[in-house]
């Protein structure tokens, strides 16, 4: 089977205004002048940039995703943005079930499954988020955690190049704290066997990112773990020089 080709995505989150759209071409800048053959980048800003960044001259090789989609194609949903209207902006993917909004949200394992499905439908890849709490883990749940949620949230027709998993402990966003090498590769080595069962070999080759305070120092380390096919990059993202620096680690 031929080697994956990992991928380094960057969520922004809820950060970002025009003032940034210049990090963005730094970034651009860095990664073009890479081997970009050898590892695909990916910037996730928030809905503001979307189009910008998606239809910047300089992008290149830098892909852009959204953060998040409705189920819909359209219709009375305020506030909310469909996966056609992300493809519409130039974009390639969306991040789906990411913890931050199954805990702000309340989405469940059903309606990521919806979503994921409702971005293939707009030619989007999804990224499908899915993570044990520092409780879970503390209470030795976190394989059958990860296994419901995968089982629940990766619907029938996921391939390798329309799906990306992204493993990320909850308790491991944001706060600096990373996994140990051994869990991750425990983890993601649990996720492969899960994906090979469901999806044969789209399975075998399908991207699993590892996220949650991955930056410069850790990222060497954490990408050469087996199974490990990437990151989800929080924080470090927003910096460029982190961001080509964790991307230079693969
Ligand atoms: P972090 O976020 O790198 O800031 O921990 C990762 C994520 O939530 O995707």
Not at 53 to 70: E, S, Y
Not at 179 to 188: C, G, P, Q, R, Y
Request: hydrophobic share 45%.
């Amino acid at each position: 089977m031929a080697a994956i080709k990992p991928l380094i995505a960057g969520n922004w989150k809820m950060n970002g205004s025009r003032s940034n759209i210049s990090d963005f071409a730094a970034i651009a800048s860095g990664y073009n002048k890479t081997d970009t053959g050898k590892a695909d980048a990916m910037i996730c800003p928030p809905f503001t940039l979307l189009a910008a960044l998606a239809n910047h001259p300089d992008a290149g090789a830098l892909a852009v995703g959204a953060q998040d989609c409705h189920v819909a194609q359209t219709g009375a949903h305020t506030g909310d943005i469909s996966p056609e209207m992300i493809t519409d902006c130039s974009a390639s993917a969306v991040i789906v079930g990411h913890s931050e909004r199954r805990a702000d949200h309340g989405e469940s394992n059903e309606l990521i499954a919806q979503k994921a499905q409702a971005s293939w439908r707009a030619g989007l890849m999804a990224i499908i988020c899915i993570g044990e709490t520092e409780q879970q883990r503390q209470n030795g749940d976190t394989l059958s955690v990860v296994e419901s949620q995968l089982t629940g949230s990766v619907p029938q027709g996921a391939t390798a190049k329309n799906t990306v998993i992204a493993y990320e402990p909850v308790w491991a966003i944001g706060t600096g704290l990373t996994a140990s090498v051994e869990d991750v590769a425990e983890v993601h080595g649990h996720i492969r066997q899960l994906l090979v069962s469901s999806f044969g070999d789209e399975g075998a080759s399908m991207r699993i990112l590892y996220g949650g305070s991955v930056k410069l120092g850790n990222a060497a380390q954490l990408m050469a773990v087996d199974n490990v096919n990437g990151a989800l990059v929080g924080g470090a993202s927003l910096k460029p020089v982190d961001f080509l620096g964790i991307l230079a680690a693969i």
